[in-house]
Every structure is written in structure tokens, then in C-alpha cells.
């Protein structure tokens, strides 16, 4: 289904799906949301755009291929729970803090590590589905 109205509405919001997808994965430190609705939503944004501009426009979008965000994002995650060991000789997955607060993002800490590296991993296998099932229909 390739009509203009939704190439070009696709391409506006893609940027603004992106955007709204980082909120939703900032949020979820304190209400509803985190990594895997963010990563969902990011994903949500490219499928989009694959269905409006096709699947090689989107692909040549991403500068990797989403099936490398998957080990990447597991070794963020994996890095945010050993940190504390390495650091404080804390048990494994135990939450560090900075002492000052960000003005925009508010409490930094281990935990928002740990949903960045699930909003990664999410938007990897979600991809690599879709575009798995894509390629072969």
C-alpha cells in the first residue's frame, strides 16, 4: 500500500514516532513505560515506514542491521547490573545513582542503563522479524 498521503505522512512521522519513543523509555523510570514500550514504538515507527516507502528504503534508513542491535543492547544491560560490582563490590543488578539530577531526564542511574539496553534489544528482534517476514512474502 503505497498512496501518497501516507509516503509522505510516514515521513514525517518517523522523526516524531522516534522521538515519542525515547519519552516513553525516559518515562518509565517513575510511571508507565521504560524500555520495552519505547522499544516497541521505535519499532513501530520503521514498520511504518517500510510499509509507506518500502523495505530497502527503510533498511538503507539504519546503518546497522537491526539483528546487531540484539547482542548490543544484552551487553548494555549486562554492563548496567555488573557495574556495580565492579564499583561498590555490590551485589549484581543493585541500582547506583549520580548524585546530581539532569534537568530534562531528572535521576540518572544504572536502571535507565539497564531500559536503554532493553529498548534495544526490543527494537532489534522486533525488526528482524518484521523484516524477515517482509523479505519472504
Known amino acids: 500500500m503505497k498512496t501518497l498521503i501516507l509516503k509522505t505522512a510516514s515521513d514525517y512521522l518517523l522523526p516524531i514516532l522516534l522521538l515519542f519513543s525515547i519519552f516513553i523509555l525516559l518515562r518509565g523510570h517513575y510511571l508507565p513505560g521504560g524500555g520495552f514500550v519505547g522499544g516497541l514504538m521505535a519499532s513501530i ?21 537491526p539483528g546487531f542491535f540484539m547482542p548490543f543492547g544484552l551487553l548494555v544491560s549486562f554492563f548496567s547490573g555488573l557495574l556495580p560490582v565492579l ?51
Open 87 to 137: 564499583v561498590k563490590d555490590a551485589p549484581f543488578m543493585t541500582a547506583l545513582w549520580m548524585q546530581n539530577s539532569v534537568p530534562v531526564i531528572g535521576a540518572i542511574g544504572t536502571p535507565l542503563f539497564f531500559d536503554i539496553g532493553v529498548f534495544i534489544v526490543v527494537q532489534g528482534v522486533t525488526l528482524t522479524i518484521i523484516f524477515t517476514i517482509s523479505e519472504s512474502a
Open 45 to 65: 515507527a520503521f514498520v511504518l515506514h517500510a510499509f509507506a516507502n518500502g523495505l530497502k528504503n527503510t533498511k538503507s534508513l539504519m546503518k546497522f542491521h
